[in-house]
């Protein structure tokens, strides 16, 4: 019942924040901060305790569930499952989330109950996302993460927040919607062949399709997570999200809610239609490669600083797309190693920019410069955490991208070479990121404090975990590889998939 509790702590947190804002809008900081240190202890002691189970040589991969009726007539269960995968981007969500608390400690003053009822149940339903094992439990989670955000980036976002909310709303809800049609059809399909109506992952894997059935319901599922990813051209509502969406907001979206695309390809679209997706691969590999150069291009060519950094996400997402679609052992680990990379680079970048935009009152660059000169340890972090994000050696993003662009390599040598040659742009946006910020002529009315005890502690666990990634990725592969193993059969034997399934 462990993994009821870790969604059932946020949802009550929220409730209990919303409740007490209402007399003491700090009881809310800490019932938000409280609830998330709980499910954070909770998972890393699963962690811990498993550590040999989801190791190389463990038993399995599945480290604990939970199956219950819940709708029986129509064959719906409430089934939540722990394996590796899942457990590091609980992990992921849990440790942003409370990031997220401390960063909007000050920043937050108005509605501050609603806030963290928003904030925690987004989270909650995340985690949701990435435990279901039932694919009707699966789409509920996901729709669910769409209100709370909504309202995160309409109430307290910033000057064009309404328009950005309506945007990502119809985005990802149109988007889901092909995606619960796609799950309604393949569990009647399944259910005209067996006479069983169920929504269970374990039964519909084994579904006979036809090869143009397979390949609608596979695109179905693709629109939510090409979309929620996001994949260029479906990248559209991202940019004003972040640029709108308040630093928690833009820190979830970047580090937990991109990763829901990300965990959709891994965990249903290459098991549930590997032949479609085999069909699907140059596709993908020139939408993967397209969004790494036109992500890193775009972010150059910007002004506003949470829009560089908003486009510098879409490519690196772009490279868990080339790696999903690979089908090599080493592209499905170093996707896993981006994911968690990208939320934790992109979102402490974001809560970069946040800070900064609450003392200066602008995201401008061209209004910035010589701010290293006024606060060196806020500039000391902007230089690690834009290095990060270029993929220096022995920080995280390194072991991803090099795992990735080695594993396409060996398989689509022109793809690799056009793949790699986004690490021009990235650079000089990086660089432009640290001149124009920290650099340069000083503003003479710019006078602010640097980051105080509260946001130096935060961002120097931030930057523990990049380095402990970048120096030590075999942690992280190692509990995620029992869950990639299934993949990675596939992947070593692509050309055998055709005898895998009718």
């Given at each position: 019942m462990i993994?009821?509790?870790?969604?059932?702590?946020?949802?009550?947190?929220?409730l209990?924040?919303?409740?007490l804002?209402?007399?003491?809008?700090?009881a809310?900081?800490?019932?938000?901060?409280?609830?998330?240190?709980?499910?954070l202890?909770?998972?890393?002691?699963?962690?811990?305790?498993?550590?040999?189970?989801?190791?190389?040589s463990?038993n399995?991969?599945?480290?604990?569930?939970?199956?219950l009726?819940?709708?029986?007539?129509l064959?719906?269960?409430f089934?939540?499952?722990?394996?590796?995968?899942?457990?590091?981007?609980?992990?992921?969500t849990?440790?942003?989330?409370?990031?997220?608390?401390?960063?909007?400690?000050?920043?937050i003053?108005?509605?501050?109950?609603?806030?963290?009822?928003?904030l925690?149940?987004?989270?909650?339903?995340?985690?949701?996302?990435?435990?279901?094992?039932?694919?009707?439990?699966?789409?509920?989670?996901?729709e669910?993460?769409?209100?709370p955000?909504?309202?995160?980036?309409?109430i307290?976002?910033?000057?064009?927040?309404?328009?950005?909310?309506?945007k990502?709303?119809?985005?990802?809800?149109?988007?889901?919607?092909?995606?619960?049609?796609?799950?309604?059809?393949?569990?009647?399909?399944?259910?005209?062949d067996t006479g069983?109506?169920?929504?269970?992952?374990?039964?519909?894997?084994?579904?006979?399709?036809s090869p143009?059935?397979?390949t609608?319901l596979?695109?179905?599922?693709?629109?939510?997570f090409l979309?929620?990813?996001?994949?260029?051209?479906f990248h559209?509502?991202?940019?004003?999200?972040?640029?709108?969406?308040?630093?928690?907001g833009?820190?979830?979206?970047?580090?937990?809610?991109?990763?829901?695309?990300?965990?959709g390809?891994?965990?249903?679209?290459?098991?549930?239609?590997?032949?479609?997706?085999?069909?699907?691969?140059?596709?993908a590999?020139?939408?993967?490669?397209?969004?790494?150069?036109?992500?890193?291009?775009?972010?150059?060519?910007?002004?506003?600083?949470?829009?560089?950094?908003?486009y510098?996400?879409v490519?690196?997402?772009?490279?868990i797309?080339?790696?999903?679609?690979?089908?090599?052992a080493l592209a499905?680990?170093?996707?896993?190693?981006?994911?968690?990379?990208?939320g934790?680079?992109t979102?402490?970048?974001?809560?970069?920019?946040?800070?900064?935009?609450?003392?200066?009152?602008?995201r401008?660059m061209?209004?910035m410069?010589?701010?290293?000169?006024?606060?060196?340890r806020m500039?000391?972090?902007?230089?690690?955490?834009?290095?990060?994000?270029?993929?220096?050696?022995?920080?995280?993003n390194?072991?991803?991208e090099?795992?990735?662009?080695?594993?396409?390599?060996?398989?689509?040598?022109?793809?690799?070479?056009?793949?790699?040659?986004?690490?021009v742009p990235?650079t000089?946006?990086?660089?432009?990121?640290?001149?124009?910020?920290?650099?340069?002529?000083?503003?003479?009315d710019?006078?602010?404090?640097?980051?105080?005890?509260?946001?130096?502690?935060?961002?120097?666990?931030?930057?523990l975990?990049?380095?402990?990634?970048?120096?030590?990725?075999?942690?992280?592969?190692?509990?995620a590889?029992?869950?990639?193993?299934?993949l990675q059969?596939?992947?070593?034997?692509?050309?055998?998939?055709?005898?895998?399934?009718?």
């Amino acid at each position: 019942m462990i993994l009821i509790s870790l969604i059932a702590v946020l949802f009550g947190g929220g409730l209990l924040a919303w409740a007490l804002g209402r007399w003491n809008p700090q009881a809310s900081r800490w019932v938000s901060l409280l609830a998330l240190t709980t499910d954070l202890v909770l998972a890393l002691d699963l962690w811990k305790r498993h550590a040999d189970a989801v190791g190389l040589s463990g038993n399995g991969p599945w480290i604990t569930a939970v199956n219950l009726a819940w709708i029986p007539q129509l064959g719906i269960r409430f089934h939540l499952a722990l394996d590796g995968l899942s457990l590091l981007l609980v992990v992921l969500t849990l440790f942003l989330g409370l990031m997220s608390v401390v960063t909007s400690w000050r920043e937050i003053k108005t509605h501050v109950g609603f806030f963290h009822f928003n904030l925690l149940w987004v989270l909650a339903a995340a985690l949701g996302v990435f435990l279901a094992l039932d694919l009707f439990l699966f789409a509920f989670f996901w729709e669910m993460m769409l209100v709370p955000m909504y309202l995160l980036i309409g109430i307290w976002g910033h000057e064009n927040r309404a328009y950005a909310a309506i945007k990502f709303f119809i985005f990802t809800q149109a988007s889901g919607l092909l995606m619960l049609v796609a799950i309604i059809a393949l569990a009647m399909i399944h259910y005209a062949d067996t006479g069983v109506l169920t929504f269970d992952y374990f039964q519909l894997l084994h579904t006979p399709l036809s090869p143009a059935i397979a390949t609608w319901l596979m695109l179905g599922f693709l629109a939510a997570f090409l979309v929620k990813l996001p994949a260029v051209p479906f990248h559209t509502w991202l940019p004003d999200a972040h640029t709108q969406a308040p630093t928690a907001g833009s820190v979830i979206l970047a580090g937990v809610l991109l990763q829901t695309g990300a965990y959709g390809l891994l965990r249903f679209i290459v098991p549930l239609f590997p032949h479609a997706a085999l069909r699907f691969t140059p596709i993908a590999l020139t939408i993967g490669v397209i969004g790494i150069l036109y992500g890193a291009f775009q972010a150059f060519a910007q002004t506003d600083l949470k829009r560089l950094v908003a486009y510098g996400s879409v490519s690196h997402m772009a490279f868990i797309l080339l790696g999903v679609f690979t089908w090599n052992a080493l592209a499905l680990q170093g996707s896993v190693m981006q994911m968690l990379a990208s939320g934790l680079s992109t979102g402490a970048l974001f809560m970069l920019v946040g800070s900064l935009q609450e003392r200066i009152h602008t995201r401008d660059m061209t209004k910035m410069g010589g701010i290293w000169s006024i606060a060196p340890r806020m500039g000391a972090i902007g230089m690690f955490f834009a290095m990060a994000a270029l993929g220096i050696p022995g920080l995280a993003n390194f072991p991803g991208e090099f795992l990735t662009l080695l594993a396409t390599y060996r398989a689509h040598v022109t793809l690799t070479i056009l793949a790699t040659a986004g690490f021009v742009p990235a650079t000089i946006y990086a660089l432009t990121l640290v001149q124009k910020t920290f650099h340069g002529k000083k503003s003479q009315d710019m006078v602010f404090v640097d980051y105080s005890v509260r946001e130096m502690s935060m961002m120097s666990v931030l930057m523990l975990v990049v380095i402990w990634l970048g120096v030590y990725p075999q942690s992280v592969l190692s509990l995620a590889s029992p869950a990639l193993m299934g993949l990675q059969h596939m992947a070593a034997l692509p050309h055998t998939l055709a005898g895998t399934r009718p």
